[in-house]
């Protein structure tokens, strides 16, 4: 699972980069928390295979809206 969340977080921070938000926001949208993604980096938090899965479809949901709409 660890190179499932990697690719998670890799695609997440190219997201941020692309589209402007912080990565702060598109943690909130991805798992309703703004630190979720650093405590994950950081090692202090564990997902599970069902929520990355919802992460990462909410990720293609982010990715197909227009910039504004996904502020």
């Known amino acids: 699972m ?3 969340l990697d690719n998670l ?3 997440a921070d190219n997201f941020s ?5 912080a990565i702060t926001t598109i ?3 991805l ?3 703004g630190q979720r993604i650093d405590d994950y980096r950081k090692g202090t ?8 899965e919802r992460a990462y479809e909410r990720l293609a949901e982010l990715k197909k809206k227009p910039e504004a ?3």
């Open 17 to 21: 980069k692309e589209s402007g938000l």
């Open 31 to 33: 798992f309703g928390h």
């Open 9 to 11: 977080i890799t695609d």
């Open 45 to 52: 938090h564990s997902p599970s295979l069902k929520t990355l």
């Open 2 to 4: 660890s190179s499932l």
């Open 27 to 29: 943690s909130n949208k």
């Open 69 to 71: 709409e996904a502020a």
